[in-house]
Nanobody, 127 residues
């Protein structure tokens, strides 16, 4: 089992940057594939980015490609989401999630592919 705690959210002007962190407990963090999702008020939770357990493979939703970067440091049990050129439409609660399911590369974008979730961190981008 793994527990996840996000941090780094806040209020930023459009065009600005934020780096989210997700700290994981447990000694098996390096075996989990990790994802970031977000949920805006009145909308469904949507996929943002994901990274394989080794960090070799990364995945992004089209709307954040070229602006967001996901990375991980297995020695620190932490996954990051660097967000640049932020837009008002990026405003949401951001959640990190961990998956140890098989065939992850086929389903990384589905919330039900993840077994553990953090409590979320608010990101607000003003225009």
């Amino acid at each position: 089992q793994v527990q996840l705690v996000e941090s780094g959210g806040g209020l930023v002007q459009a065009g600005g940057s934020l780096r989210l962190s997700c700290a994981a407990s447990g000694r098996t963090f390096s075996s989990y594939n990790m994802g970031w999702f977000r949920q805006a008020p009145g909308k469904e939770r949507e996929f943002v980015a994901a990274i394989s357990w080794s960090g070799v493979r990364t995945y992004y939703t089209d709307s954040v490609k070229g602006r967001f970067t996901i990375s991980r440091d297995n020695a620190k049990n932490t996954v990051y989401l660097q967000m640049n050129s932020l837009k008002p439409e990026d405003t949401a609660v951001y959640y990190c999630a961990a998956s140890d399911q098989t065939y992850y590369s086929n389903k990384y974008y589905r919330p039900n592919s993840y077994d553990y979730w953090g409590q979320g961190t608010q990101v607000t981008v003003s225009s």
